[in-house]
């Protein structure tokens, strides 16, 4: 609260009564910059200013060009060619080259589930020239474009070579990207502010309409200015006095005491919940424990917990797809859907052979859906038998210790509950959590052969019929080795003052707005 209140006060955002200041109360702080090392949506919203995407996405959930100008397919579709638009540079005002989109996406491809996909279909990855990137596949890979131009995390985020090259699985900390904003590195306080200007320097692209992340993304603010709010009452009281123009994620219990903003849901694929269980340490690692959480789990207790009794803020069963998509199925959908008993899964619990571990659940003190999820996790796991120690911390902290693969006494963990967004469940090629390969998997690290087999089966099939057929196999396979357990779906309202114009649909992106 100290923080929060100097935040308020500061000569930084003093200085932002004037149009050309847009002041944003994110869903948390920013305490990691990578949106490759981290999934992290506040990381991702951040990364989408920053850098520049090579496609980006439209209403309709299309790939259209963004940093390149176009693309060829040759060679039986096994050879792509993508050309970069002209007048592209970085914020340090070196020129964006080829080799740096090379760099760029092969780093990325080493943590992204649909990045890791498309490098392995790639035999070579090059630059012939400064504005050619070139992909020699080993085959046909049609989904090569919605991969670079993904929105959910990770965002194929393209920075120079020299970043590029740092290893995938260590950090990169100097902000040097080609987007519409500049980081102000200098003006960042950790846990309360971070800053970004207009790079005078960027090029939108020509023609079309802003949808997304596509379209020309023109700056029409001269500074964006994020002051972290993490007590929910300060954050409603300076969006009622306007010292805020937009927050992120009010609360649903909230929205209500917001009169006169404008208060609409910009994301009609939600949010989907879900409890990642640490497969690599006991008890997790059982797959006959994991199976005890479908006797007890009741989304609609979760989804209640987040967005309070109104039916149009959630859905209900989820299952491993997002509903109202393509790939959403019902296969296996009754484990979710069955009578709740508590005392037949402490029973199942003695019989896979729970002796009691302690069982480090993750909560977010600073996100409050998030702690709401955690705090019925708790619940829930206490009820089922589970010997569970909740540990509740900021947010950033979380997505820090969630990448660590220690024992629990060396500050592992083994639960924690977060949010995927509906189109980062849209299918087997996007959802990071559905995969099965182990080590390389996404926090968690899950391994299930048979959902990777099914998954590249889904990659190479023929048409949208045969892709339904196998995300049905999918989705009953994950109910059996469980890899997440799916929480619910609810859809996000985010809040701004009416004197904003050009929020557009989709994620929080600070281009195209207007400040009256």
């Known amino acids: 609260m100290a923080v929060s209140g100097a935040a308020l006060a500061s000569p930084a955002l003093a200085q932002g009564s004037n149009a050309r200041v847009l ?8 305490t990691v910059l990578d949106p490759v090392w981290t999934t992290a949506y506040v990381t991702r919203n951040h990364g989408l200013a920053v850098f520049d995407t090579l496609y980006g996405l439209d209403a309709t959930f299309a790939a259209q060009p963004q940093m390149v100008a176009g693309h060829t397919v040759e060679n039986d579709g096994k050879q792509w060619k993508l050309t970069l638009r002209p007048g592209l540079k970085f914020h340090d005002g070196t020129p964006v080259l080829a080799k740096d989109c090379v760099a760029s996406i092969a780093r990325w491809g080493k943590r992204d589930a649909m990045g890791q996909t498309l ?11 400064d504005t050619t990137i070139q992909f020699r596949l080993k085959r046909r890979f049609g989904l090569l474009p919605d991969a670079l131009g993904k929105v959910g995390s990770s965002i194929c985020a393209i920075m120079p070579e020299r970043l590029a090259k ?21 003006e960042r306080i950790v846990g309360a502010r971070v800053v970004y200007e207009k790079f005078a320097g960027y090029v939108p692209r020509e023609g079309g309409e802003p949808q997304w992340t596509s379209g020309p993304k023109r700056a029409f603010v001269d500074r964006v200015e994020w002051t972290v709010l993490p007590d929910q009452a300060t954050a409603a009281s300076a969006m009622q006095t306007g010292e805020m123009d937009w927050w992120e994620q009010p609360p649903a219990d909230l929205v209500p005491t917001l009169s006169g ?16 269980m640490n497969q690599l340490l006991p008890p997790f690692d059982n797959p006959a424990i994991r199976q005890v959480l479908l006797k007890v789990v009741q989304q609609t207790d979760f989804m209640q917990a987040v967005t309070g009794d109104d039916p149009k803020l959630m859905h209900t069963p989820v299952g491993f797809f997002c509903p109202q998509l393509p790939m959403a199925n019902d296969a296996g959908l009754g484990a979710l859907t069955g009578t709740r008993d508590f005392a037949a899964a402490k029973k199942a619990l003695a019989a896979a052979g729970y002796n009691g571990e302690k069982v480090v659940l993750m909560g977010a003190s600073d996100f409050p859906t998030l702690k709401a999820l955690a705090d019925v996790a708790a619940d829930m796991l206490t009820r089922a038998g589970f010997n569970v120690d909740y540990q509740v911390m900021d947010w950033g902290t979380v997505v820090q210790r969630r990448a660590k693969k220690d024992p629990i006494a060396q500050g592992g963990w083994n639960a924690f509950c977060t949010f995927w967004a509906g189109l980062d469940q849209a299918s ?13 998997a996404a926090i968690g690290w899950p391994t299930s052969e048979r959902i990777e087999a099914l998954r ?13 057929a196998i995300a049905a196999e999918i989705q009953k396979q994950a109910f059996a080795d469980l890899p997440y357990l799916p929480l619910g779906q609810y859809f996000v309202q985010t809040s ?17 707005v207007k400040k009256t």
């Open 166 to 186: 740092t290893d995938a699985f260590t950090q990169v900390t100097e902000m040097v990207g080609s987007g519409p904003f500049r980081f102000k590195a200098d």
């Open 456 to 468: 590249t089966q889904w990659l190479d099939a023929p048409g949208v019929a045969e892709q339904k």
């Open 23 to 30: 002041k944003f109360i994110p869903q948390a702080d920013l």
């Open 261 to 276: 903003l404008s208060t609409q849901i910009k994301d009609p694929t939600g949010l989907i919940g879900t409890l990642r």
């Open 119 to 129: 490098m392995s279909y790639t035999d070579e990855l090059s630059a012939p020239d």
């Open 496 to 512: 701004f003052q009416p004197t904003l114009t050009g929020v557009l649909e989709g994620v929080p992106v600070f281009w195209n």
């Open 428 to 440: 087997p090629a996007v959802s990071g959590f559905l995969r099965g390969n182990g080590q390389n």
